[in-house]
């Protein structure tokens, strides 16, 4: 007799939906000479001296598990960095868990403050995993859209009016993926007296902290008021070309982090010990490479944004991370039509902007974070094919600045 294996599964986990993102990743893959713009990953390999490190670890037997929360030589290094960078202080030994990457950080997070109905605030477009990530631990995500006029910043009263009796947290990720907006500090303070007049948790996205291009970052919990309902989260992936390695931590007051503890010890036991010893040479001994990746970013963010907005796709300019949102309305197209249709005849690929939230359509993200050359090679691409869709661009002639 056949089984009806549908009736066996969790609805919750049937009602996810496939990452939009790796649609169009695994799509692009399967296909010759195209340029992905598609993934959020440095192209930058990873420093020698970390990989070298984690080399030399595995020559000495460093094999087996670490304590649960890590390696403390690791977590005194990110207390370190946190403190010195952020001037955030979390004790090693209570305050802080290294993860498998900032994504289980995040799922520990909801895990640990989230009961059944609980709403949590995503700011919108966001990375798609927030949703559900949410919806697995039983929560109920509520979206509270951005719009391009604001360079994709939430307002406090947008906030505000998202509220109500059952919301438990907000999550904020600045600088955003996918807009690369960042929330500079004043606009940060206004926004946590709402969060603290509503006694609201703060699950804090702050992966992309080493890339911002203004002014410098300033962390959540680093407000006034602001660190005892707060949970930082950061990994290594993204300023530190580390994607592959898997390596993020959550920092916290220690009640929240004695909890989510105990889930990780069920779930992950520990990161892999190898890799730890990677990310504490990352974070002793590679800042300066962090910041030529940083000015390498910078000048692309540059290039790519003018380059946007003379062929015909308003850009605003991100603050940080390495994503442009470009809007794409002129071309009277869907963001799924759009990205669909460039990859099939231009062969470039880059992500629908409604994969990140219903106010993410009409955009697309496309990351810089591809050499020069093929940035450039792939914006004639895009330039030759909007205008066979009949938007007019600037001249093919007009040349723009590298900075």
């Known amino acids: 007799m056949k089984h009806d294996h549908e009736h066996y599964l969790s609805q919750t986990a049937k009602d996810l939906q496939p990452s939009g993102i790796r649609k169009f990743f695994d799509l692009a893959a399967s296909m010759k000479d195209v340029i992905s713009l598609g993934v959020g990953e440095p192209d930058f390999i990873t420093p020698w001296s970390i990989r070298e490190a984690a080399i030399l670890s595995l020559e000495q037997g460093f094999t087996s598990y670490t304590a649960n929360a890590g390696l403390l030589e690791l977590r005194e290094e990110i207390s370190f960095y946190l403190s010195g960078r952020f001037g955030v202080q979390y004790d090693p030994k209570s305050q802080i868990i290294v993860t498998i990457g900032a994504s289980q950080a995040i799922d520990l997070a909801f895990r640990a403050i989230l009961n059944q109905g609980d709403e949590v605030l995503i700011v919108e477009p966001a990375f798609v995993s927030y949703a559900p990530l949410v919806a697995i631990a039983g929560g109920t995500p509520v979206a509270v859209a951005t719009s391009p006029a604001n360079g994709f910043k939430v307002t406090p009263e947008q906030i505000e009016a998202a509220i ?72 290594f992936s993204k300023g530190f070309a580390m994607t592959g390695w898997r390596l993020g931590f959550l920092a916290a007051p220690k009640e929240f982090v004695a909890v989510m503890l105990k889930i990780h010890q069920y779930t992950t036991m520990c990161a892999p010990n190898m890799l730890q010893h990677g990310a504490i040479e990352a974070l002793r001994n590679t800042y300066h490479e962090v910041e030529s990746m940083r000015n390498s970013y910078r000048r692309r963010r540059n290039y790519v944004v003018q380059t946007l907005n003379q062929i015909g796709l308003n850009c605003h300019t991100p603050g940080g991370a390495f994503y442009v949102f470009p809007s794409i309305r002129s071309t009277g197209l869907s963001s799924e039509q759009f990205a669909e249709e460039l990859l099939m005849q231009e062969k470039v690929a880059v992500v629908p902007g409604h994969v990140f939230g219903e106010s993410g359509e009409g955009y697309i993200r496309c990351s ?22 009949g938007v007019i661009a600037s001249s093919p002639s007009e040349k723009v600045k590298i900075r």
């Open 164 to 235: 109500t009796g059952k919301t438990k947290a907000i999550l904020l990720c600045s600088p955003n993926n996918p807009t690369g907006s960042t929330l500079t500090k004043d606009e940060l303070i206004e926004i946590t007296e709402i969060i603290r007049k509503h006694d609201l948790i703060v699950v804090s996205d702050e992966i992309y902290c080493e890339l911002t291009y203004d002014e410098a970052f300033t962390s959540v919990a680093a407000i006034e008021g602001m660190y005892e309902r707060t949970i930082l989260i950061n990994g």
């Open 368 to 389: 810089y974070a591809a050499s020069m050359d093929q940035l450039q090679e792939a914006l004639k691409r895009i330039r030759r094919f909007i205008e066979s869709k």
